[in-house]
């Protein structure tokens, strides 16, 4: 399949988001990319169409690119590693099991499986040339979400950091780190909305303040439904009338919504937690 090179150049906007965390420097920001939409492979199978010299047809595109998915997607499960254009992509096992559990079928529950991904040089290359935008955004009075986690990652972020985490797990609790967002007050939209990015449904879950714990100014908790499929993609919104001493209610709500987005199935490798002086869990986040 002919195709031709994009005329413009990739274009990375990422954004500057002041770190009001920190209490020694007074200056910083922390960057995050800016998402940009979902694509589905209709929509790589349209533009790699648009840019074919033999005019394909998208539907067709689509439907080899589905399959060439799927048999990786076979041959991951099967033990092979696979190397693309992207990087190259390794089962992975995590679990430990006693020497007398050997002989037999293993616990499914004892062992996580998962596929390792490794850059290829074309993609860091790719991200190299783009050119990159920067905008500022400030976050000093509102709410400010960071990340969703695990709970258990929430509370061990040294083990996450290594690698050691745990997954977003549908049916259980999820954390929400940040600043200045404990969730109170009365109104049909106080609480937590989280939206799925991915696909064409645009799932939502609404989590009033009485199913939100822990509840503090650092951390915000919600059980992920068990009806949501793993490795899909959300969105958060948070909305609240508490303000920023955490006991004051206000006239109007204040509305944050998390610049980056949560993979179920994913953990996060590390867990950006204010000062210990500023956290007040109220309790430790368990698993429902």
């Known amino acids: 399949m002919a195709t031709k090179s994009p005329t413009q150049k990739a274009k990375l906007t990422l954004r500057a988001i002041y770190l009001s965390l920190t209490k020694e420097v007074t200056n910083d920001y922390y960057v ?13 199978a349209t ?11 998208p539907e067709e595109v689509e439907r080899i690119g589905n399959a060439l998915i799927r048999r990786m997607i076979w041959f991951l499960s099967s033990g092979y590693s696979v190397s693309t254009p992207m990087g190259v992509f390794r089962p992975t096992a995590k679990g430990t099991l006693l020497e007398n559990e050997l002989a037999s079928a293993p616990d499914r529950d004892r062992i996580t499986l998962g596929v390792n991904y490794s850059m290829s040089e074309e993609m860091r290359q790719a991200l190299e040339s783009a050119e990159i935008d920067v905008e500022i955004q400030k976050s000093t009075t509102g709410p400010q979400l960071i990340s969703v986690t695990s709970a258990y990652n929430a509370e061990h972020p040294k083990q996450a950091s290594d690698g050691l985490g745990v997954p977003i797990t549908p049916g259980q609790t999820c954390i929400i780190t940040g600043k200045n967002i404990k969730v109170g007050g009365e109104g049909e939209t106080i609480g937590v909305t989280i939206t799925r990015q991915d696909g064409d449904t645009a799932e939502t879950f609404f989590f009033p303040p009485k199913q939100l714990f822990p509840n503090t100014p650092t951390r915000v908790g919600f059980v992920l439904p068990v009806t949501v499929e793993n490795e899909s ?8 009338l508490i303000g920023n001493n955490a006991s004051t209610v206000l006239k109007n709500p204040r509305v944050a919504v998390m610049d980056d987005v949560f993979v179920v199935g994913e953990s996060i490798g590390s867990v950006t937690e204010p000062d210990d002086e500023e956290v007040d869990d109220g309790g430790s986040p368990g698993t429902v």
């Open 32 to 44: 995050r990319p800016k998402l940009q939409k979902c694509l589905t492979m209709r929509d790589l």
């Open 47 to 57: 533009e790699l169409a648009a840019l074919s010299s033999r005019q394909e047809d």
């Open 233 to 240: 993609i959300w969105g958060v919104k948070l909305c609240t």
